[in-house]
């Protein structure tokens, strides 16, 4: 097999297994909506989710904060969307109005879910033990909602650079998990 050598830079984009994730926060009285492709699963039950929010980012603060949000998951149709919400900062823009993302209540937190997505994860922060050396936070998930009108959802996966691959077609494989 031929091989060569790959830029350390660039690993991210071979081992990012999850979708890209649209998270919701409110502070204040003020919604924010941030593009994060850095999450990772943790454990099954309770759901568990691992992720990097920066502290550069202006969700930080309200998910430091507030403790809690919403793990919103697209579908490759909103992709310009989700690319321009990454692209912009909520401390000078309201993206919800910008991106035309209609914003819904939540059933347990105080950040919204985002109408346009395909499922929706209420989840409160459980562990900040990681947060001020790799802002790492560990996320439970109180409540999951999803559309049951789309069948075999397409999803967005970074691969860094302005380069995603879409989820596609669903194979089954025997397997001793259930």
Partial sequence: MPRRSYPLSKVYGLLEPGPVLLLTTAHKGRANVMTMSWHTMLEFEPPLVGCVVSANDFSHTALRLTRECVLAIPTVELGPKVVGCGNRSGRSVD???????????????????????????????????????????VLEVLQAWIDPTRQDPRTLHHRGRGAFMVAGETIRLPSKMR
């Fill in 95 to 137: 993206k919800f109005a910008a991106f035309g993302l209609t914003p819904l209540p939540a059933a347990r937190v105080g950040a919204p879910l985002i109408a346009e997505c395909w499922a929706n994860l209420e989840c409160r922060v459980v562990d900040t033990r990681l947060m001020k050396r790799y802002d790492f936070f």
